[in-house]
């Protein structure tokens, strides 16, 4: 059955974050967050997973990433709009210091791919998550990453599934990233044995960590702590391979997170300036292509 249409609006992002008290560098990249709609002219997905309680357009974004001291960032396609990347292309043509990362079937012929490419789109994301329907066959998206090679872009996963696709993905010829640091279980402690998954496959040398969703692998309110050990981690052992995304505008998320709070956040997980710089700046521009 498909989800209603969203009828009062009930956002999922704060109206008015607070500013952060982190100063962060120059070039700073939000490399995951959403938008939505407006429906009416972006309508959703028929088949989608879920539909967004209110809309998230790109000037609330844009707004957002302002007053956060963000200068560039990458739009992920969202899943309540499926296949369709008309609302992130259109973000993409309003901002050139943008990029994305688009959502298509591993089937989707290579002319349409340069054809997204030309729009701003740098890769294709993969779901392996229950809650977002099935996915394609990961046999499928490794034919589909021979192609992405001959474009320069890569593929990004979302999954808590690590251990099960590890074999497949160490075999991607394009760059591999992982989402919301592989959606762990915060509780369960740095010891476990999904994230020590995930952190042998980021031994992998085209293996890419994406530390968001602190909000979301956390078991505890804002702000989270119990998310930090985690992701310090990953700064500490894979800090040139690893970027940072607030995941706005928060859907499916049962506390409204302030996003004031998420980039104060990054002090905790980098607390080194040049840390900061490779997880905000350097890294981000050798994956997405931003010029220097």
């Keep these: 059955m498909v989800p209603p249409i969203m009828t009062e609006p009930s956002p999922s992002f704060k109206a008015k974050p607070r500013t952060p008290r982190l100063k962060l560098p120059r070039g700073a990249c939000d490399t995951h967050f959403h938008v939505f709609g407006p429906h009416k002219r972006f309508p959703f997905a028929p088949d989608r997973s879920y539909t967004p309680t209110c809309d998230a357009p790109k000037e609330t974004l844009f707004a957002m990433h302002k007053q956060m001291g963000i200068e560039r960032g990458v739009v992920v396609q969202s899943a309540a709009h499926g296949f ?20 298509a079937p591993a089937s989707t012929a290579t002319v349409e791919l340069k054809q997204l490419d030309k729009l701003g789109f740098r890769g294709v994301r993969f779901h392996y998550m ?100 985690f992701a310090r981690k990953l700064v500490a052992e894979f800090g040139q391979r690893a970027v940072w995304g607030s995941d706005w505008p928060h859907p499916n998320l049962k506390e409204v997170p302030d996003d004031g709070d998420l980039v104060d956040l990054i002090a905790e997980i980098a607390p080194d300036e040049a840390q900061r710089k490779a997880l905000l700046v350097d890294n981000p521009q050798r994956l997405y292509g931003f010029p220097a």
Excluded: C
């Design 84 to 103: 369709d990347n008309s609302a992130a292309a259109d973000l993409l043509a309003a901002n050139k210091n943008y990029r994305g990362v688009a959502l």
């Design 130 to 229: 229950e809650h977002l329907g099935k996915g394609d066959r990961i046999e499928d998206v490794l034919a589909m990453a021979t192609r992405l090679a001959a474009i320069g872009w890569h593929l990004q996963i979302h999954t808590s599934r690590i251990a099960e696709l590890t074999p497949a993905l160490k075999r991607s010829p394009v760059p591999v990233v992982i989402d919301h640091m592989g959606r762990i279980d915060a509780s369960k402690g740095i010891d476990h044995p999904d994230f020590r998954a995930l952190l042998s496959l980021l031994s992998e040398k085209h293996v890419w960590v994406k530390l968001s969703g602190s909000e979301r692998i956390s078991r505890q309110r804002a702000p989270w702590t119990d998310a930090v050990p």
